[in-house]
């Protein structure tokens, strides 16, 4: 399928795209990997008049180490992301992205800021609390996970604003997992679990977090999971029971694979999975 | 109409210099502008992975790659994996394992397959499923060309061809 017609510019510097995107108005788009972009563009869900690829703008595909976490260019790809085991839980999410090929042309920039609940990274950088930068003609701002995503399809970044990094903090001592659970290979998650806990010297639960991809509009955090295992033990039959209260408050919508009461369901199953592993129990 | 963008790139090894239109994809590129009919097309989703081609050595599915995105940039398609005559192992082996009936998905298949290799000269079965799982076979089953990909890896162990630079022109 062919996408209507538009005009492609692709400035060698952030203030060129920066400027292309206002120029252009209500009608541009940023472009980076493509790989959400130009299916809907192919579909004609979407015909922007000027894509501004991103892809000669210096500097924006990289992994760095700052203040004890990670500033990643929003450039990187999935699969740059999924080589580097050191990056924790972002590693093993990314690498259960789609395909390779999706992998080695999706950025995490584009996973962000294209706002789908049923991403995997979304989800991921709520769990970390991480935020990311983003750039626009007044100035630099920077945008806390918890308030990036606002709806489906839409995160707090203004049209003519450009995502340069995401920042995640390192969470040395936590343990991790992500559990995404799909009707075949290759597909979006039905329902996906991001989990991060840390252990007390007691062998208690100093902290965790568990978010959720595709359990509502935007990725959500499982606060009643959270509060139930805060503080206490951390063994199978405590997981067990705080999973229980997983899908809490939580409407997701049903779709072609799963009914909202299937996605809740599930919700419960893979957060006591995710919190075994990543409680090592 | 929107206007034309010049773009220069290297297509199995030899330099191309053409202007397109901005929403050309790179599959059409590829097939319609430059004859090379190996590289297929079987959705509309971005799904089935028949059109995977390497974009600087990196398997892509050129039916969600813009051609101006490939400005600068490297591509070998199905056409420029033999080494003049001899097959790459990759298409010996898919032949020897019958890993083909219709034939519609194997370019794909052995592009996507040289990608794992260069990532993972050395898979087990199910990082073979794993790894393949963004191209779609419809009809012979993904057992022989599993298999396929299982000799062909022996073979480039040997000779040690699994460097992505051999296979990306
Ligand atoms: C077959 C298939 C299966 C997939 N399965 C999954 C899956 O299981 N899980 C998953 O998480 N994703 C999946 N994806 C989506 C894939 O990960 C996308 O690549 C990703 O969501 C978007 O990244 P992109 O770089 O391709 O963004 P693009 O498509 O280029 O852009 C997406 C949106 O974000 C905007 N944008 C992009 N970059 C920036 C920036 N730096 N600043 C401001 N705005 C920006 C664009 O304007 C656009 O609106 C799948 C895609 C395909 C084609
Ligand atoms: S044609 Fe199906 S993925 Fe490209
Ligand atoms: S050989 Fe026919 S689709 Fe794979």
Same mark, same amino acid.
């Given at each position: 399928?062919?996408?209507?017609?538009?005009?492609?510019v692709?400035?060698?510097?952030?203030?060129?795209?920066?400027?292309?995107?206002?120029?252009?108005?209500?009608?541009?788009?940023?472009?980076?990997?493509?790989?959400?972009l130009?299916?809907?563009?192919?579909?004609?869900?979407a015909?922007?008049?000027?894509?501004?690829?991103l892809r000669n703008?210096p500097?924006?595909?990289?992994?760095?180490?700052e203040?004890?976490?990670?500033?990643?260019? @929003? +450039?990187? !790809?999935?699969a $740059?992301?999924?080589?580097?085991? %050191?990056l924790? =839980?972002?590693?093993?999410a990314?690498?259960l992205?789609?395909?390779?090929q999706?992998r080695?042309?999706?950025?995490?920039?584009?996973?962000?800021?294209?706002?789908?609940?049923?991403?995997?990274?979304?989800a991921?950088?709520?769990?970390?609390?991480?935020?990311?930068?983003?750039?626009?003609r007044?100035?630099?701002?920077?945008?806390?996970?918890?308030?990036?995503?606002?709806?489906?399809?839409?995160?707090?970044?203004?049209?003519?604003?450009?995502?340069?990094?995401?920042?995640?903090?390192?969470l040395?001592?936590?343990?991790?997992?992500y559990?995404?659970?799909t009707?075949?290979?290759?597909?979006?998650a039905?329902v996906g679990?991001c @989990? +991060?806990? !840390?252990?007390a $010297?007691?062998?208690t639960?100093? %902290?965790?977090? =568990?978010?959720?991809t595709?359990?509502?509009?935007?990725?959500l955090r499982?606060?009643?999971?959270?509060q139930?295992?805060?503080?206490?033990?951390?063994d199978?039959?405590?997981?067990?029971?705080a999973a229980e209260?997983a899908?809490?408050?939580?409407?997701?919508?049903a779709?072609l694979?799963a009914?909202?009461?299937y996605?809740?369901?599930?919700?419960?199953?893979?957060?006591r999975r995710?919190?075994?592993?990543a409680?090592?129990? | 109409m929107?206007?034309?963008?010049?773009?220069r790139?290297?297509?199995?090894?030899?330099v191309?210099?053409l202007?397109?239109?901005?929403?050309?994809?790179?599959?059409?590129l590829?097939?319609?502008?430059?004859?090379?009919t190996?590289?297929?097309?079987?959705?509309?989703t971005?799904?089935?992975?028949?059109?995977?081609v390497?974009?600087?050595?990196?398997?892509v599915?050129?039916?969600?790659?813009l051609?101006?995105q490939?400005?600068?940039?490297?591509?070998?398609t199905?056409?420029g994996?033999a080494?003049g005559?001899?097959?790459?192992?990759?298409q010996?082996a898919?032949?020897?394992?019958?890993?083909?009936?219709?034939?519609y998905?194997?370019?794909?298949m052995?592009?996507a397959?040289?990608?794992?290799?260069?990532?993972?000269p050395?898979p087990?079965?199910?990082?073979?499923r794993?790894?393949?799982?963004?191209?779609l076979?419809?009809?012979t089953?993904?057992?022989?060309?599993?298999?396929?990909?299982?000799?062909?890896?022996?073979?480039?162990?040997?000779s040690?061809?699994?460097d992505?630079?051999?296979?990306?022109?």
């Amino acid at each position: 399928m062919i996408t209507a017609e538009f005009d492609y510019v692709a400035p060698g510097s952030l203030d060129g795209a920066l400027h292309a995107l206002a120029d252009g108005g209500e009608d541009a788009k940023a472009l980076a990997g493509g790989h959400s972009l130009l299916p809907l563009m192919k579909l004609r869900f979407a015909a922007p008049a000027l894509l501004v690829d991103l892809r000669n703008v210096p500097g924006l595909r990289s992994i760095e180490q700052e203040n004890g976490g990670w500033r990643i260019g @929003a +450039l990187t !790809r999935h699969a $740059d992301l999924q080589a580097r085991e %050191d990056l924790g =839980v972002v590693a093993q999410a990314a690498a259960l992205i789609a395909d390779q090929q999706v992998r080695n042309r999706g950025t995490i920039g584009g996973s962000l800021a294209h706002g789908d609940p049923a991403s995997d990274l979304p989800a991921v950088l709520l769990a970390l609390e991480g935020a990311v930068t983003v750039r626009g003609r007044a100035g630099t701002r920077e945008i806390a996970a918890s308030d990036l995503f606002e709806d489906y399809l839409t995160t707090a970044i203004a049209a003519g604003e450009i995502l340069t990094d995401v920042r995640i903090p390192a969470l040395a001592g936590w343990g991790h997992a992500y559990e995404k659970f799909t009707r075949r290979a290759e597909d979006w998650a039905m329902v996906g679990v991001c @989990a +991060l806990v !840390r252990r007390a $010297d007691d062998g208690t639960c100093a %902290d965790v977090r =568990v978010a959720f991809t595709n359990m509502g509009s935007t990725p959500l955090r499982a606060t009643a999971t959270e509060q139930a295992l805060r503080g206490g033990p951390l063994d199978a039959e405590s997981i067990g029971r705080a999973a229980e209260q997983a899908a809490e408050g939580t409407e997701p919508p049903a779709d072609l694979n799963a009914t909202a009461d299937y996605k809740r369901h599930l919700a419960r199953v893979l957060t006591r999975r995710a919190l075994q592993q990543a409680a090592g129990t | 109409m929107s206007s034309k963008v010049p773009i220069r790139l290297s297509v199995n090894g030899r330099v191309r210099e053409l202007d397109v239109e901005p929403r050309l994809l790179l599959v059409h590129l590829l097939r319609d502008q430059l004859g090379l009919t190996g590289t297929h097309v079987g959705c509309d989703t971005s799904n089935c992975g028949a059109c995977t081609v390497h974009l600087d050595g990196e398997a892509v599915k050129s039916c969600t790659v813009l051609a101006v995105q490939a400005d600068g940039t490297k591509v070998t398609t199905i056409e420029g994996l033999a080494h003049g005559d001899e097959l790459h192992p990759l298409q010996e082996a898919f032949w020897e394992d019958h890993a083909l009936q219709c034939g519609y998905c194997t370019p794909g298949m052995i592009m996507a397959a040289a990608d794992l290799l260069a990532r993972n000269p050395d898979p087990s079965e199910e990082e073979i499923r794993h790894g393949l799982e963004g191209n779609l076979c419809r009809c012979t089953g993904y057992h022989n060309i599993v298999k396929a990909v299982q000799d062909a890896a022996e073979v480039m162990h040997g000779s040690a061809v699994a460097d992505r630079q051999e296979v990306s022109v």
